[in-house]
């Protein structure tokens, strides 16, 4: 048994690494965590009780298991996204020449997530789940107007989180554990070497003539901890909460400038030892969340499905990197996020002893606050339409299908030219449209 585990873990883990990421979710959360939750929007995952898939949501779902179970998704974004209306200007005076306009900002992505869990008493339950919790990537041509703010940019998340559950007498069941969370970042851009020469009254350069470009990539382990309750009142109402913390990141890793092709950004090497190649660290925390669901019974064959989620975004304050070389100054991107909430609401009805289906509906505030809304990690506000399907294979496997479909607001983009981290960036302005469709397929095995 345990070394089907372990196997499974290892399996699910290699394929996380390999996946492409997208955002979508809350700002770069990821609510892409189980098929079956997908198919009701996440309503309720969080009070599921026996349910070690819904673990991401509440660690206390692995308690009241009969044996071992897996539970093994894998969820599919596909996402339409674009631009428009992007203007620029830099040092206040000369407007950014390139595209206003584009497609695909978002990357499409595939999500595997799974979880393990085992019986190891009548009271005591242990368990293992691994998932992406947080993801995106954004990318703009380098010709694009947005390029002095980002051409691309990409973290990528992966968690492995122990969990130790324990069945209360009274009924209620608690569980938690550590979790281990690995984040990789790459950020590329475009800087205006004609306007740094400028600036520095080093020629006659014209801002935004001459482009060069970097690459900064970095990654750190981080280490946090989950932990959950889940329990049962009158009428058979169920009721969970959970909550995550925040996991802080020592990136590191290097930049790598290009400059084969400014002749602005060679000179300013030469003469200032600007764009040296080398280390960087960035420092990077994921923030906290808090979950709450219930599970009402409508009948002996429909349930009702409540969850409410606050992420803490308050802790994504900025992104900074920080040059080995001291010449280089910090590259600072002001976010001053504000806390979230999400809702959902969804019905799950037994059509048959082996067939579930159900809907749901989710609605997320935005967290981006809108005088620094940035086109690295564009936010919005989302509303989440979702079905899903569940049948019973076998006495062991039961097979879990769902999709959702997410429409955003359109969401401007604005930075300021005044702001002093701005000043080669420069000012600007565009809206981005994000929407996406969301298919799911996952596979729960009982040993």
């Known amino acids: 048994m345990y070394k089907n585990v372990a196997t499974g873990a290892l399996t699910i883990g290699a394929a996380m690494l390999l996946s492409s990421t997208s955002a979508m979710a809350s700002a770069f959360a990821l609510n892409t965590q189980s098929a079956e939750a997908l198919g009701a ?63 695909a900002v978002i990357g499409d992505g595939v999500f595997p997530t799974g979880t393990f869990a085992t019986k190891l008493s009548d009271r005591v339950f242990a368990g293992v789940a691994i998932y992406a919790p947080f993801g995106f990537n954004t990318s703009y041509d380098d010709t694009s107007v947005m390029r002095y703010h980002g051409t691309f940019s990409q973290v990528v998340s992966g968690s492995l989180s122990p969990i130790l559950g324990i069945q209360m007498a009274d009924g209620w069941a608690i569980a938690g554990g550590p979790r281990l969370q690995y984040l990789d970042i790459d950020i590329e851009g475009a800087t205006d070497a004609a306007g740094a020469a400028a600036a520095l009254l080093m020629d006659g350069s014209i801002p935004g003539t001459d482009d060069s470009f970097f690459d900064i990539s970095a990654g750190d382990w981080g280490l946090g901890y989950s932990f959950g309750i889940q329990g049962t009142l009158g009428n058979g109402i169920q009721i969970g ?75 994504f304050d900025q992104l900074l990197t920080d040059f080995e070389s001291p010449l280089q100054p910090d590259e600072v991107i002001t976010q001053n996020w504000k806390n979230s909430w999400s809702g959902a609401l969804g019905v799950e009805t037994d059509l048959t002893a082996r067939d579930t289906v159900r809907v749901g509906a989710m609605y997320e505030d935005d967290p981006v606050n809108p005088d620094f809304s940035s086109p690295r990690v564009p936010g919005a506000k989302r509303v989440w339409i979702a079905a899903g399907y569940s049948r019973d294979l076998s006495e062991r496997a039961t097979l879990q299908l769902a999709a959702s479909y997410v429409f955003s607001d359109e969401q401007p983009v604005n930075q300021s030219g005044a702001y002093p ?21 996952g596979i729960d095995w009982r040993f």
């Open 241 to 315: 909460a959970s909550f995550s913390s925040k996991v802080e990141h020592d990136l590191e890793g290097d930049v790598e400038f290009d400059i084969s092709k400014s002749t602005a950004a060679q000179n300013l090497a030469m003469a200032a030892g600007l764009f040296q190649d080398g280390p960087i660290t960035s420092p990077f925390t994921t923030p906290a969340n808090i979950q709450f669901g219930v599970v009402v019974p409508v009948s002996n064959q429909t349930r009702l499905l409540v969850s409410a989620v606050q992420t803490r975004w308050s802790s």
């Open 421 to 441: 981290e701005n000043l080669l960036r420069g000012a600007l302005s565009s809206d981005v449209q994000i929407n996406a469709l969301l298919l799911g397929l």
């Open 41 to 103: 929007a996440t309503a309720g995952a969080s009070a599921t009780q026996a349910t070690p898939g819904n673990a991401y949501f509440n660690p206390a779902s692995i308690v009241g298991i009969d044996g071992s179970e897996s539970s093994f998704s894998i969820i599919g974004v596909f996402n339409d996204t674009s631009y428009e209306n992007a203007e620029g200007l830099l040092l206040g005076t000369v407007p950014v020449a390139g595209e206003t306009s584009g497609e």
